[in-house]
């Protein structure tokens, strides 16, 4: 069972205005689009037990991307990370706001839920587990070197910024703090590790053309 197609179409509505200026795109429909595709990735490698609600894990893969529309609202660390607990809380918010009184009130309630569940430590519930790692993980990788990148130029930044970031976050052990504290689960913990190698081989050639272009 999957989000029916009506709803679907209201939430691809709902995303195709990518920031707080009315501009329009593809971004955050193809985020939620690849968050759900992931999560049906991990239910196959039968991480939890069956039974999971998929609608509700849906619906929330789309309902995260709601507060990614606008470039200041979530406040972001030093190291430029969005902080989960804030971006659930605001998507379960702009979910009502925006599409409450076009959805079930009882698949509303459970996806409501499911958001304010997924930034606890010891979520209680497989559904919360599953959407908190698939989350995680985007940050790790080529898709995470990307995303983040993509976060900084919103905000203003640009590539010698994004640099420094990259370099900051080794200096400061961050990837190993959230392989260690960031997953539920130990496989999707496995995948992130794999694809932090990429993250810094991506890193690495960024910096080896930057020192090209400065001064010997």
């Known amino acids: 069972m999957a989000l029916d197609a ?11 205005t990518v920031d707080e200026h009315g501009s329009t795109g593809a971004r955050l429909r ?21 039974g999971v609600d998929v609608v ?13 529309r606008q470039s200041r609202q ?10 989960l607990r804030d971006r659930a809380e605001q998507a379960a918010e702009l979910l009502v706001t925006l599409l409450g009184e076009q959805i079930d009130e009882a698949t509303l309630d459970r996806c409501t839920r499911l958001l304010h569940e997924t930034p606890q430590k010891l979520p209680m519930v497989d559904e919360a587990r ?5 989350i995680n993980l985007d940050d ?3 898709i995470g070197f990307m995303q983040q990148s993509i976060q900084q130029a919103r905000m203003g930044d640009g590539i010698d910024q994004i640099a420094d970031g990259a370099e900051k976050r080794e200096q400061y052990g961050y990837w190993e703090a959230r392989l260690k504290d ?34 010997s």
């Open 6 to 16: 009506k709803l679907t179409a209201r939430l691809d509505k709902a995303l195709a």
């Open 30 to 50: 193809s985020d939620a689009a690849r968050l759900w595709r992931r999560i049906q990735r991990f239910l196959q490698l039968d991480l939890v037990a069956p």
């Open 182 to 215: 960031g997953f539920h689960f130990e496989p999707v913990r496995q995948m992130a590790r794999r694809r932090l190698d990429n993250n810094r081989a991506a890193v690495k050639l960024l910096l080896t053309e930057l020192k090209e272009d400065s001064p």
């Open 74 to 83: 979530l406040p972001v660390g030093k190291l430029g990370r969005t902080n």
């Open 130 to 134: 599953l959407l908190a790692d698939a």
């Open 140 to 142: 790790f990788g080529t």
């Open 56 to 68: 509700a894990l849906q619906l929330a893969c789309y309902a995260l991307q709601l507060p990614m």
